[in-house]
């Protein structure tokens, strides 16, 4: 186990980078933050490539257990590191696993098509993961599930379903394929009441850009777009609540 004191170490630096998709493509590797997140990969089995923590976190069972990949580095670092104001100053590198190619489909998805927001592609994923779904799917367009704003708003979801990335017309293909009934979310009275569905086992749910919803070509391949009601004045629902209303509304 090493010490690190200053921000400019040439490997402190490297590390900082993973904090820009390019960076996180170009290694293979991101980064996260926090104990909760560090154990929860620990725990799932990911392949912890260094963990970093500060003086006081030393003794942590996280520290000892990768003992000769840790780094003991300063409040200073863990503040350049940490993108929250309040740094819990323990950081795990991890190697991607994500998967490239999709499997066998069955069971319950979410597809995510230029879904902007960091936080709502997290928060959608973490709500697929409490709902018992079998797995995610993000378009190309679609923020990247290893920046650290998604990472945080995942909670370690990330850890316990598959999340692939692929163009969104193959996955609505694939899901065909598979005997997925596609489902398409849209803000149109003219589509049908999601709480009007007879409730199936095999499915995708769509959800769409945060200002623009599904474009037209894509409902177009979908298998039945459907609606959530609006019971008040409200002209649209934020794209994660939207989800989460969806998703535990077709399952349960």
């Not at 190619?101 to 069971?107: A, F, M, R, T, V």
């Not at 998604?150 to 979801?157: E, F, L, N």
Request: with cysteine; charged share 25%.
């Amino acid at each position: 186990m090493k010490y690190i004191e200053s921000k400019k170490n040439e490997e402190i630096k490297q590390i900082n980078k993973l904090n820009k998709t390019k960076e996180i493509k170009k290694t293979g590797t991101y980064l996260i933050e926090g104990f909760h997140l560090v154990q929860e990969a620990d725990d799932n089995g990911q392949e912890i490539v260094k963990v970093l923590a500060t003086e006081n976190h030393q003794d942590n069972r996280i520290i000892k257990k990768y003992y000769d990949d840790a780094i003991i580095i300063s409040e200073d670092i863990a503040s350049s590191l940490s993108e929250t104001k309040s740094p819990q100053g323990i950081f795990a590198v991890i190697k991607i696993n994500q998967p490239k190619s999709l499997p066998e489909l069955s069971g319950q998805w979410v597809i995510l098509a230029n879904v902007q927001d960091p936080g709502n592609v997290g928060t959608i994923i973490r709500t697929a993961d409490a709902a018992g779904y079998d797995g995610v799917i993000t378009s190309l367009d679609t923020a990247d599930v290893y920046q650290p704003k998604v990472q945080r708003s995942m909670q370690g979801s990330q850890f316990h379903l598959p999340i692939y990335r692929l163009d969104l017309h193959q996955a609505i293909s694939a899901c065909k394929d598979a005997g997925l009934t596609v489902y398409g979310s849209e803000v149109n009275d003219q589509a049908v009441p999601y709480n009007s569905l007879d409730k199936i086992n095999n499915f995708a749910l769509i959800m769409g850009n945060e200002a623009h919803g599904l474009d037209e070509e894509t409902l177009q391949m979908t298998d039945q777009n459907i609606y959530i009601p609006l019971l008040g004045k409200a002209e649209s629902l934020n794209v994660a609540v939207a989800a989460g209303v969806l998703m535990y509304g077709l399952k349960i």
